[in-house]
């Protein structure tokens, strides 16, 4: 009667966590579980009136007008996470990282977690860029100037960090660190760039060293890691200075390196893995390349099956979808919104659109948020035409650009811009 009793209480655990999942719909990393920025969401508006649609709520004091940020924002059990600076005092020169907890329902903040010194070069886009990670009841924040902290979610206490910068011999990058750190099983993986290291796995419940991957000597960068399984391989990949780096998830290993260079080393947009492929874009008139990943007695060699210059996505990301890539150019024609084919490269549109900006995906629909006005617009998945449907505009609230990517979760869209949080109801219901 025992054993009965201890099965239907586990049974009752699990049925009613389920339950809470359900009725609690998360998106608890930069870009979503698959790193692709492509939400499950559907039932959700095809068009909407030149007002948008309905505003919910909005959050404010997410960062200091002096310090914007440009931190997106994830989501679990009811909170939402995102990071801002926050100035010392009358100081316009000093700000502390903050990461803060807001209810889902209403935007209001629930705590804020000081994460030490903030990023506040004005001539480099003061502010926090990476986006927090939650993994069950804890927050992993990482700042711009190299700090890693592991926070509790529902109550804000500081359960470890680590200095990544100082730890590993890190020069920070031209325009701060920007990556949103990943969780891995029972690991938390940075790309720290060091002299001592290029990649480091921590122990996510202490922040001990699991293992480390040799330094290359690069600094790190400023795009968000990929992981994948190729050939029963685990691999972490991910964009340093120079070009594609990808290493073991078990023991840090390096598996391969692919040179892919910009003017001014900078790399910001995600790989994309498929089929035994892996797709790299960055701006700068560089472009984006397939490479074919081939395995032969252990090791894994990368040969380049087309590349297309035309198509530099500086750092507002791309949608893959049913074949097609989907973004904006950097350089070409001044941030021009392209689809391109996924076989072969070939361009089957180009169109202005919002100008240059980040794109996400959900029920049919890109959601394309312009970097230099806050300008919306809804477009048609079609490689065959550019499609707008509906476009909107932010409010005329903050400064600086537009540079956090839209999250779409729970039928609602989450637009961040400086220390405002917006957030709209997109259910067709």
């Given at each position: 009667m025992k054993m009965l009793s201890r099965l239907l209480l586990v049974f009752s655990i699990l049925f009613l966590s389920s339950i809470l999942e359900a009725a609690n719909p998360s998106?608890?990393?930069f870009h979503g579980f698959k790193g692709d920025n492509i939400s499950p969401e559907t039932g959700l508006l095809k068009s909407w009136s030149a007002e948008g649609p309905k505003l919910i709520w909005k959050a404010e004091g997410l960062g200091d007008t002096e310090f914007p940020g440009y931190s997106s924002v994830t989501i679990s059990d009811g909170r939402i996470f995102t990071a801002g600076n926050v100035r010392l005092g009358d100081s316009d020169q000093t700000a502390n990282a903050f990461l803060f907890a807001l209810d889902a329902k209403t935007g209001k903040e629930i705590w804020r977690y000081s994460n030490g010194s903030g990023w506040t070069n004005?001539?480099?886009?003061?502010?926090?860029?990476?986006?927090?990670?939650?993994d069950g009841d804890r927050v992993y924040t990482y700042s711009a100037i190299g700090r890693?902290?592991?926070v509790h979610a529902v109550t804000g206490q500081k359960i470890w960090d680590r200095n990544i910068q100082e730890d590993y011999v890190t020069q920070l990058p031209t325009w701060a660190f920007a990556e949103s750190v990943i969780v891995d099983g029972d690991k938390v993986i940075c790309w720290s760039g060091g002299v001592k290291a290029s990649v480091v796995a921590l122990d996510k419940m202490t922040g001990k060293t699991i293992w480390e991957t040799p330094s290359n000597k690069e600094i790190g960068n400023y795009a968000?890691?990929?992981?994948f399984e190729h050939d029963g391989i685990r691999i972490y990949a991910n964009m340093n200075q120079k070009g594609l780096l990808g290493v073991r998830a078990d023991t840090g290993e390096k598996l391969f390196f692919?040179?892919?260079?910009?003017?001014?080393d900078?790399?910001?947009?995600?790989p994309y893995y498929f089929n035994g492929k892996i797709l790299v874009s960055s701006g700068y008139a560089k472009g984006t390349a397939l490479l074919q990943l081939t395995t032969n007695d252990g090791k894994i060699s990368l040969k380049e099956l087309w590349s297309e210059k035309k198509f530099d996505n500086q750092h507002g990301g791309i949608i893959v979808k049913d074949g097609y890539i989907y973004g904006a150019a950097h350089r070409y024609k001044k941030g021009i919104w392209m689809c391109l084919k996924l076989e072969d490269g070939s361009i089957a549109w180009e169109h202005p659109g919002i100008g240059q900006g980040s794109i996400a995906y959900a029920d049919g629909l890109l959601y394309c948020f312009s970097e230099k006005d806050g300008t919306v617009s809804i477009v048609k998945t079609n490689p065959e035409k550019y499609e707008e449907v509906s476009r909107f505009s932010l409010a005329e609230e903050g400064s600086g650009l537009f540079w956090a990517h839209?999250?779409?979760c729970d039928k609602k869209l989450y637009l961040r811009h400086a220390g405002f949080l917006y957030c709209y109801n997109i259910a067709a219901d």
């Open positions: 998106w608890t990393v004005k001539g480099h886009y003061p502010g926090e860029r990476s986006t927090p990670t939650v890693l902290a592991c968000t890691m990929t992981i692919h040179p892919h260079e910009t003017q001014f900078i790399m910001a947009t995600t839209p999250v779409i």
